[in-house]
């Protein structure tokens, strides 16, 4: 997903955290887990996992990630 790197590749912290916490599997739902999750850590910077859950609701996730997801985003948000 390029849109959201930095110049050069480098990643931001929410796509740096999907990779550290394998939040992604076959890659299906990564591009809107990833822009999902940073509109939500711009609106609200310290979600609760439940709110995460929540906010990535709409976004179908075939390889049932959810967990390492909800762990991503709130590393990322710590980031």
Not at 27 to 56: K, N, W, Y
Request: net charge positive; glycine share 8%.
């Amino acid at each position: 997903l390029e849109g959201p790197a930095r110049a050069h590749g480098t990643m931001v912290p929410m796509q740096a955290a999907l990779r550290a916490h394998p939040g992604v599997q076959c890659r299906f739902c990564t591009p809107g887990m990833v822009l999902s999750a940073i509109d939500l850590l711009r609106r609200q910077p310290h979600p609760s996992a439940e709110r995460i859950r929540a906010e990535l609701d709409g976004n179908l996730c075939r390889c049932t990630g959810y967990h390492n997801i909800v762990k991503a985003v709130q590393a990322a948000a710590k980031a």
